[in-house]
């Protein structure tokens, strides 16, 4: 598989999510059952889903290709051959530049010479996201419905007086908790 998205695809994935789901039939935040039917804001009546929920959402893309060629300088800036092509840059460099920006300079030669390499890399780690968001491991997922899963996307929580309503995680209650008391 190439991407996360075409894992929701695979019969397995399927599999997977549909074992989940029988054996945790409800939404780990609200506690409202597939099928049931729930009355939003504005009156109209809507029908719970529940679908499967990663709590550490898997991040691949620039940000992991960043990671990667961070830490492999990191293992080459430990060989010998770093202080020779920091020499190098210090020689070619005009004067006054500092020992940051010389570090710099040597970076981006390094990663220009080894993009292969860390291009390469960069699969191995994607793949390994990858291969890991298909588990369904009890303490890396979470079972939510509809509105749930809406509300976490947003970076909001369950209100834990009412339990029907959401807030941001700084607050203890929901708007209309927090005015009754």
């Not at 059952?33 to 719970?48: A, F, P, S």
């Not at 300079?105 to 699969?123: L, M, P, V």
Request: charged share 30%; aromatic share 10%.
């Amino acid at each position: 598989m190439s991407s996360i998205s075409h894992s929701w695809n695979s019969p397995d994935w399927r599999q997977k999510r549909t074992e989940l789901l029988t054996k945790i039939p409800f939404c780990q935040w609200c506690g409202k059952k597939d099928g049931e039917i729930y009355t939003d804001t504005d009156g109209k009546l809507h029908k719970v889903s529940l679908s499967v929920h990663h709590i550490e959402r898997p991040k691949y893309g620039l940000g992991l290709y960043r990671k990667v060629a961070a830490k492999l300088f990191n293992i080459y800036s430990k060989t010998p051959d770093f202080q020779t092509d920091i020499d190098k840059t210090r020689v070619a460099a005009p004067l006054g530049l500092k020992q940051k920006e010389i570090l710099e300079i040597t970076k981006g030669r390094w990663q220009r010479d080894n993009k292969t390499f860390i291009k390469e890399s960069y699969d191995l780690e994607k793949a390994k996201i990858i291969e890991g968001y298909t588990n369904f491991e009890e303490d890396e997922v979470l079972v939510l419905c509809n509105r749930c899963h809406y509300a976490r996307e947003k970076g909001l929580v369950l209100c834990k007086v009412c339990k029907s309503k959401y807030h941001k995680p700084i607050y203890d209650m929901c708007w209309t908790c927090s005015v009754i008391r």
